[in-house]
């Protein structure tokens, strides 16, 4: 397990973006962005492999990028055109690569989160 700190979170206007930023205390082969919100279930945004593609919920694909650069333990998370069905708590998850991306039981570390609100 890793240490993960989220940072980046806040509130915009439909049609803004923010950025998500995720550090590692250590290395990690899975890095994920996770959200929840108020009264639902937390659900997979996207997920990265190290030497693989990322991966996207479809209502997020188009709008948000989630990249890691490389050599190093930190994960973004680009929100483009947001919606208000986008706010929520968002959390940062990492672990090993051995479950689909978007399935909260493969990560074994997780950070505190980062609320993001978006308004109509």
């Known amino acids: 397990q890793v240490h993960l700190v989220e940072s980046g979170g806040g509130s915009v206007q439909a049609g803004g973006s923010l950025r998500l930023s995720c550090a590692a205390s250590?290395?990690?082969?899975?890095m994920a962005w996770f959200r929840q919100a108020p009264g639902k279930e937390r659900e997979g945004v996207a997920g990265i492999i190290v030497g693989s593609i990322a991966h996207y919920r479809s209502s997020v694909a188009g709008r948000f990028t989630i990249s890691r650069e490389r050599g190093q333990n930190t994960a973004y998370l680009q929100m483009d055109n947001l919606t208000p069905e986008d706010t929520g708590m968002y959390y940062c998850?990492?672990?090993?690569?051995?479950?689909?991306?978007?399935?909260?039981?493969?990560?074994?570390?997780w950070g505190q989160g980062t609320e993001v609100t978006v308004s109509s």
């Open positions: 250590g290395y990690v082969f899975k």
């Open positions: 998850a990492a672990g090993p690569a051995n479950i689909a991306w978007y399935k909260a039981e493969g990560y074994d570390s």
